[in-house]
């Protein structure tokens, strides 16, 4: 009798494990949790902050367009006005003022030694903000170019002839995600964005053409720039520089200068001599010396349309009709006024009145100052059309079909 071995089967069930990974490829329930905790933190701990969006570069009128500056189909924020220098001077702004919360370290006002001059440190503020609150809010996300107020910075006390407080604004120069903001699962929740201090200038102009306050006529330009006391500085200034330096170059009004012949010697004219009658040749009974022809000083910027030692001279466009030897003439019709002295025979350039104010003016007669600042206007074809142009609109190219 034959035994049959028995086969015993063992059947083993084996489970794999999942892989641990704090990492997900999906935006999943532990990123929404994250991000909930933290919009609730910076929502009890964070600042109000009023945010002026930013909605792109004014639109210029069709006749206007030029290549550098074109015309767009509607305003976004991301048109260039100018592309030859890469601005948006005008800017639009929305009239709505949109309110979320943000995070800063505040510091104290310290002037930075460690340089040359005096810089202060405290003008540009980094905050944080969280990133799906602010998209939120905005419909968009935070850019450069929008402008943060940060209302519990208002100074009700500041010293100025307006009974309002003084509002503190900064525009955004650059946004980044915040080292900070990733969290266990290596997602962003928050923007780190750069903030400073706004000027009164071009870009913000339709900010600071808003009411300082609700019902006031006041702006928040005349609040807030100090334009009108940099222009009384700067203005006091040129007038205590005039003062000290009235003309370029150098006065020799106070230093004689000897006449001397064609043998260097002294050239002296009495009245005394055979050959001269004071009477017919208007001429001064003291008269010693004959009047120098040339100036007996040389240097930089010398020329002033005076003659030397006070001499007295004529003016005008044009040459008079009876002279003699020694006399002076101004010719105001040059550019600059040119000084000439008779010598019996023609009239001989002295000088030219080069010594100018050091004042860039309007009324400053110099060839660089009457074109560059020229304002002049001409009728050409019934229109009026002003003498300084840009070559871009003078020459306008047209195509060659």
Request: proline share 5%.
């Amino acid at each position: 009798m034959s035994c049959s071995p028995i086969v015993f089967m063992l059947t083993i069930n084996t489970y794999t494990m999942p892989r641990l990974s704090l990492y997900k490829p999906e935006r999943g329930s532990d990123y929404t949790f994250l991000d909930k905790t933290i919009t609730e933190m910076f929502t009890i701990g964070g600042t109000d902050v009023f945010v002026h969006k930013y909605l792109g570069p004014n639109n210029p009128d069709e006749a206007d367009a030029t290549p550098s500056q074109p015309r767009y189909d509607a305003v976004k924020e991301t048109n260039i006005q100018d592309m030859l220098f890469l601005e948006n001077r005008d800017r639009k702004y929305d009239p709505d003022v949109y309110v979320m919360r943000g995070i800063y370290s505040v510091q104290d006002i310290d002037f930075d030694m460690s340089q040359f001059g005096l810089f202060l440190q405290n003008d540009t503020l980094f905050m944080t903000i969280p990133i799906n609150y602010s998209v939120k809010t905005l419909g968009r996300k935070i850019m450069p170019g929008d402008v943060i107020e940060l209302p519990h910075l208002k100074d009700e006390y500041a010293l100025n002839d307006y009974s309002v407080a003084l509002k503190r604004f900064y525009v955004v120069e650059d946004v980044n995600r915040a080292a900070e903001g990733f969290t266990q699962t290596w997602y962003p929740h928050l923007y780190r964005i750069k903030l400073k201090q706004i000027v009164d200038s071009q870009e913000f102009k339709e900010i600071l053409d808003l009411p300082s306050e609700e019902g006031s006529t006041n702006t928040l330009r005349d609040v807030l720039s100090t334009y009108e006391q940099e222009m009384q500085i700067n203005n006091a200034v040129l007038a205590q520089a005039e003062a000290d330096a009235p003309s370029a170059g150098f006065d020799t009004t106070h230093l004689y200068t000897l006449a001397v012949d064609e043998n260097g010697k002294p050239d002296l004219q009495t009245t005394d001599m055979n050959d001269l009658d004071a009477s017919s040749q208007e001429l001064l009974a003291d008269r010693i010396n004959q009047t120098p022809s040339r100036s007996g000083y040389q240097g930089y910027l010398l020329g002033d349309g005076i003659p030397p030692n006070g001499e007295a001279f004529g003016h005008g466009a044009g040459f008079p009709t009876t002279a003699i030897e020694g006399d002076f003439f101004l010719r105001t019709d040059f550019m600059p006024n040119r000084l000439f002295r008779n010598d019996g025979k023609r009239w001989v350039k002295q000088e030219d009145n080069v010594r100018m104010s050091l004042s860039n003016t309007d009324t400053k007669a110099t060839q660089k100052g009457k074109f560059i600042n020229n304002t002049t206007t001409n009728q050409i074809g019934g229109e009026t059309v002003v003498e300084r142009q840009p070559l871009s609109k003078a020459l306008k190219p047209r195509a060659d079909n």
